[in-house]
Nanobody
Framework: VQLQAFGGGLVQAGGSLRLSCAAS????????MGWYRQAPGKQREFVAS???????RYADSVQGRFTISRDHSKNTVYLQMNSLKPEDTAVYYC?????????WGQGTQVTVSS
């Protein structure tokens, strides 16, 4: 399966962006899909994940500001990011694990200016 992430861009602090990640084929609803990010000079970190449209999980740093959702009919997972902060600046990657294999999208750059 291929994952394609898009929707990043440059936004001022306090602004919003919505990222999308489209899968090249149907992914079973029981499979977890998630978002990670990597800032310059830092390790990649977990942002959010979702399975079957329920039980979303968030990193403490984005809780209450970001919302993950999923549209099974479009094989797409979204990340709505509100109240963005400069420290949210990073390349954002979507990810899933199918059959013990890890799949990653190509990443989309999010830059938040102060």
């Amino acid at each position: 399966v291929q994952l394609q992430a898009f929707g990043g861009g440059l936004v001022q602090a306090g602004g919003s962006l919505r990222l999308s990640c489209a899968a090249s084929r149907t992914i079973h609803s029981s499979v977890i899909m998630g978002w990670y990010r990597q800032a310059p000079g830092k390790q990649r970190e977990f942002v959010a994940s979702i399975r079957s449209g329920r039980d979303p999980r968030y990193a403490d740093s984005v809780q209450g500001r970001f919302t993950i959702s999923r549209d099974h009919s479009k094989n797409t997972v979204y990340l709505q990011m509100n109240s963005l902060k400069p420290e949210d600046t990073a390349v954002y990657y979507c990810q899933t694990i199918i059959g013990a294999r890890d799949y990653w999208g190509q990443g989309t750059q999010v830059t938040v200016s102060s």
